[in-house]
């Protein structure tokens, strides 16, 4: 298994739309297993900018990291795609052992 994860701001757009809402549109259309988008509370990238949920004058454009986690030929097949809407940023592609999987009923009622 392959896990890819996009590190990106909050306010970074594609085509008016954010990167990493169009990351998990993407992923589900490609029918791959899941997406999940993790809101950061505080870092910095490439522009060295601290970003920040504690002040309120600095909680504008917070980290976000969109994970997928899929077989790795459906990770890689799928990397173009994110690597298109992604203008600033970084993505990594990292080897997982998936230890449980578990699926419970679609209402999430055990």
Request: hydrophobic letters at 45%; zero cysteines.
């Given at each position: 298994?392959?896990?890819?994860?996009?590190?990106?701001?909050?306010?970074?757009?594609?085509?008016?739309?954010?990167?990493?809402?169009?990351?998990?549109?993407?992923?589900?259309?490609?029918?791959?297993?899941?997406?999940?988008?993790?809101?950061?509370?505080?870092?910095?990238?490439?522009?060295?900018?601290?970003?920040?949920?504690?002040?309120?004058?600095?909680?504008?454009?917070?980290p976000v990291a969109v994970v997928i986690i899929d077989e790795e030929q459906r990770i890689?097949?799928?990397?173009?795609?994110?690597?298109?809407?992604?203008?600033?940023?970084?993505?990594?592609?990292?080897?997982?052992?998936?230890?449980?999987?578990?699926?419970?009923?679609?209402?999430?009622?055990?």
């Amino acid at each position: 298994m392959l896990r890819m994860t996009v590190y990106l701001g909050e306010a970074d757009q594609y085509q008016h739309h954010p990167v990493f809402s169009e990351i998990v549109q993407r992923a589900h259309r490609a029918g791959l297993a899941g997406a999940s988008v993790f809101h950061g509370i505080e870092g910095f990238g490439s522009t060295s900018l601290i970003h920040t949920a504690r002040l309120l004058d600095l909680a504008e454009d917070l980290p976000v990291a969109v994970v997928i986690i899929d077989e790795e030929q459906r990770i890689r097949d799928f990397l173009p795609q994110a690597e298109e809407v992604v203008t600033q940023g970084l993505i990594t592609l990292d080897r997982v052992e998936v230890v449980a999987h578990r699926i419970g009923p679609a209402d999430g009622r055990g």
